[in-house]
Antibody
Framework: EVQLVESGGGLVQPGGSLRLSCSAS????????MHWVRQAPGKGLEYVSA????????YYADSVKGRFTISRDNSKNTLYLQMSSLRAEDTAVYYC????????WGQGTLVTVSS | DIVMTQTPLSSPVTLGQPASISCRSS???????????LSWLQQRPGQPPRLLIY???NRFSGVPDRFSGSGAGTDFTLKISRVEAEDVGVYYC??????????FGGGTKVEIK
């Protein structure tokens, strides 16, 4: 059974940092691109970042470029999102998503940026 | 980036009646490999999104056959043949033809009258 479990969310002040993790199981993690998608409260889905299966290629939405860094550790079946210079508009549930097909989503982790 | 536009924003439906959601892309979603990477996602209240349909009309594992997808090029439709209570939620179309990024429609809320 495919499982994606995010962690690391919480309350952070504007300008602060957080690192999200996504622990994957039930599939060959190293074979798939992975993504982060976020959803602000009461809003739709916003694409954040992607990383290729071997970590060699990454993509960032303009809204997070230069502030967020996506990475992965295939030996630990874990995806990461390092977030810095956080803003109020980064407040959202962050989902870890498997493959460009988006066939599996984690339950999400809530990030709240507020003073 | 390809822009995905969904209509309607909200769809009140009587239980047992059909529902239909439209999605239009700003560019053709036909990939150079011949496939069209248009998917539909369902998000029930308080839950993460879930893949329902991929490549226009293929139901994902465990998806009931009352859900069907159709369309081509830039115009696509998700139909629910007979709405059940568990179908309440927000439905999103998503394209992966021109990736990155994945882009999503704004969502259509299906609710019971």
């Amino acid at each position: 059974e495919v499982q994606l479990v995010e962690s690391g969310g919480g309350l952070v002040q504007p300008g602060g940092s957080l690192r999200l993790s996504c622990s994957a199981s039930g599939f060959t993690f190293s074979s798939y691109a992975m993504h982060w998608v976020r959803q602000a409260p009461g809003k739709g889905l916003e694409y954040v970042s992607a990383i290729s299966s071997n970590g060699g290629s990454t993509y960032y939405a303009d809204s997070v470029k230069g502030r967020f860094t996506i990475s992965r550790d295939n030996s630990k079946n874990t995806l990461y999102l390092q977030m810095s210079s956080l803003r109020a508009e980064d407040t959202a549930v962050y989902y870890c998503v498997k493959d460009t097909m988006a066939d599996y989503w984690g339950q999400g982790t809530l990030v709240t940026v507020s003073s | 980036d390809i822009v995905m536009t969904q209509t309607p924003l909200s769809s009140p439906v009587t239980l047992g009646q059909p529902a239909s959601i439209s999605c239009r892309s700003s560019q053709s979603l036909v990939h150079s490999d011949g496939n069209t990477y248009l998917s539909w996602l369902q998000q029930r209240p308080g839950q993460p999104p879930r893949l329902l349909i991929y490549k226009i009309s293929n139901r994902f594992s465990g998806v009931p056959d009352r859900f069907s997808g159709s369309g081509a090029g830039t115009d696509f439709t998700l139909k629910i043949s007979r709405v059940e209570a568990e179908d309440v939620g927000v439905y999103y179309c998503m394209q992966a033809t021109q990736f990155p990024p994945l882009t999503f429609g704004g969502g259509t809320k299906v609710e019971i009258k």
